[in-house]
């Protein structure tokens, strides 16, 4: 999901307010954003190698990427200095379940940050252009729906999905299930593994991401939403999916990690 157009800001006020006020409670806080910072470090350092030689379109080396999903299966909210209790955890005063994006880390190869859902906030169905994208749900739980696009060629001889809707093409779905966070690392590619998803918090969840190539607007990399609408006669199996305009809407906060570079 991109971050054009939304509020990023710097959780840095929060933390000097902090400090002007040593407590017990102050501490711990303190302990767990120097634990979490070596977190993201080892996130962002195997990150590094899976997206060495990130282009649109390529496809990681199979080592780094079972290495980064191993890491990742591990990983805790609390590992990387969130909590539950925290307000991107739950409506806002008008009860909106708004969703926070919160930023760790920004290279030109990827990019790492958590999403924050409360119960029924919805991310809707997006693409990932020419990317690679490790999510790992790190509380909660959510219902995932996903696609991969149809190639011209594979779809041709199948009635079901060759009767062409106009302005729409045709996906395959890939996944429609519930995960939570017990599940492992999902990894999607730019052609297969559900490029294509949707996220809606069955309770309030946070899932990690890390992605690469980042999208690039100026590149015709931007993320587009989609509509879908079933295929006649494909088992629901197969779907139309036809781009809609963007009326998705996220705070975004920049956590800011001294990360090594
Ligand atoms: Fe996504």
């Known amino acids: 999901m991109p971050l054009g157009g ?12 902090r ?10 806080t ?17 990150s590094r190698k899976v997206f060495a030689v990130a282009r649109p379109g390529f496809l990681p080396p199979k080592g780094s990427v079972a290495e ?24 806002d005063a008008q009860g909106h379940p708004k ?17 924050c859902l409360p119960r029924s906030a919805v991310i809707p169905l997006h693409n990932h252009p020419g990317m690679t994208v490790f999510s790992k749900i790190l509380l909660g739980s959510m219902h995932i729906t996903s ?18 809707e106009a302005g729409a093409q045709l996906a395959q779905l890939k996944a429609e299930h519930e995960y939570d966070a017990s599940s492992k690392t999902m990894v999607l590619y730019p052609e297969e593994g559900g490029n294509l998803h949707r ?25 587009s939403y989609y509509n879908a609408v079933a295929a006649p006669g494909g088992d629901g199996q197969y779907a139309w ?17 001294r990360i090594r570079e």
């Open 19 to 28: 400090r002007q006020k040593p407590s017990a409670a102050a501490s711990e």
């Open 6 to 17: 939304n509020r990023l800001s710097s959780s840095s006020s929060k933390k000097s307010r």
């Open 68 to 91: 980064l999903s191993r890491f990742l299966n591990d990983l805790t909210l609390q590992d990387v200095g969130l909590d539950a209790n925290m307000p991107f955890f739950r409506a």
């Open 199 to 223: 996220f809606i918090a069955t309770t309030p969840c946070a899932v990690l991401d890390v992605m690469g190539p980042p999208y690039r607007r100026d590149q015709g990399r931007d993320c």
């Open 99 to 115: 969703v926070t994006y919160l930023h760790f880390a920004d290279t030109p190869k990827f990019t790492v940050g958590v999403f």
């Open 241 to 257: 999916l036809r781009e809609v305009p963007c009326t998705f809407d996220l705070d975004a906060f920049s956590m800011r990690p």
């Open 147 to 164: 696609y991969d696009w149809v190639k011209p060629q594979a779809a041709s001889g199948a009635t079901a999905t060759t009767t062409q």
């Open 30 to 46: 303190t302990a767990l954003v120097n634990s979490s910072t070596r977190t993201i470090q080892s996130v962002y350092d195997i």
